[in-house]
């Protein structure tokens, strides 16, 4: 079978890479291992830059159907509530001010749904191998189906398999993983009808709770955790467990019952981070987890993911069709110089977010409380931290602003919107 892109993965990123390039009139097959949409804790909130794409391509509209829940702010506070820095999206300058919250197995079924004609999805193949041109430019997969492999030839192969991709290594190029030292508990609470429509964060002694409401009348809770803090506990130290985590966050206790009752149901969830060395070589492009992974209480993964497709879209768009293999090359060089920059700064974001939320040192806590009261403070630091996280374009803190932060100078620009909003 011959196709102008095949896909590995049918994740966000590469059913995202699917609506891309197949809106430009391409031919796509996706190739995916699992022989059903997977339900994980993971990819459940989407920031307005990525609705924005998402509506583009039809996506958004599945999601509001079946339930997705519209999010007004994104609120970190002390767990006795002070240094509270609400970000309010509400105030962004855009139609699309607000967060989304779906499950992220009707994220990938709503994006599954919407594709393109031109776009062929085939579950249960696994792709063992690449195929190469003379100049060892990667010209397509080998795929294993029905216990048989066969080939399949390509104008271009992006890479969307995860955070320990094969086509990545396969291409040569490297990820500096690095691993968190704690990892997150993910607990799904039901018949919360009356949650705020926000993610709250909340930073304890302990580290860090996180919330917001999915489809249904239910909660996600984020709760930090020792590696093996839960490891071969029983039912009743869960509820111990459990007992713990709510005395420590009172607030809690409005819905104690649903919470216990999704103790047993946990999921134990490693965290780590990486930018890829780079997002392309000849014939190939990463997208997604396969070239990009942060810590998620910024929910940042899966929109950078969707981020990554629209970029290599938009790099292939100025080429004319049908696709030759200089051209499709000189559009990976593009993809990689506009998008790696971002991602290393949205890995940076990322990253600085989370120490301030999770870093259980005497030094770390301080750090952090200050620098989420100072930034709550700050209509200016505020907002800028607010317009970056929703993918509406990024503006970096710089040196000067992180003294603010810390509140070792003071801002007298602290009161107004900085000057490009």
Known sequence: MNSTVVVCGAGVGGLAAAHALGSLGLQVLVFEKQ????????????????LKILDTWGVTKFLEHRGAVRLSALVA?????????????????????????????????????????????????TVRGT???DATRVAGLVVREAGSEREVPASLVIAADGVSSRLRRAAGIGADRKDYSHRLVALDIPDVPTAEKAVTAHVTDRGLRMRYPLPGD?????????????????????????????????????????????????????????????LS?????????????????????????????????????ERALPLRAPDVDTALREYQERRLPELIQIGKISHNASRMLT????VGRTVGRRALRNTGANQRLSFTVMHNLAGLGLHPLS?????????????PRARRRPRWA
């Open 131 to 133: 195929l190469h041109d």
């Open 77 to 125: 506070c002390g767990d006795s509530g002070k240094g509270r820095m609400s970000l309010d999206y509400t105030q962004l300058p855009d139609t699309t001010n607000w967060l989304l919250s779906a499950d992220h197995e009707s994220i990938l079924t709503a994006l599954v749904d919407s594709l393109p004609d031109n776009v062929s999805l085939y579950r249960g193949v």
């Open 399 to 411: 040196p000067l602003d992180r003294l603010h932060q810390l509140g070792l100078l003071p801002d």
């Open 281 to 317: 070589a000849p014939g190939i492009a990463l997208v997604g987890e396969a070239a990009h992974s942060v810590h998620p209480m910024a929910a940042q993964g899966m929109n950078s993911a969707i981020y990554d497709a629209h970029a290599l879209g938009t790099c292939l768009a």
């Open 218 to 278: 239910r909660i996600r809770l984020y709760v930090q955790a020792e590696p093996n803090e839960l490891r071969g506990i029983d039912h009743d130290a869960m509820q111990r467990w459990g007992d713990a985590l709510i005395a420590e966050l009172p607030e809690l206790a409005a819905f104690e019952d649903q919470l216990r009752s999704s103790l047993d149901d946990r999921q134990m969830l490693p965290v780590a981070r990486f930018v890829a060395d780079g």
């Open 359 to 362: 870093d259980l040192s005497w």
């Open 35 to 50: 022989s059903r949409v997977p339900r994980v804790p993971k990819g459940e909130v989407l920031q307005p830059g990525a």
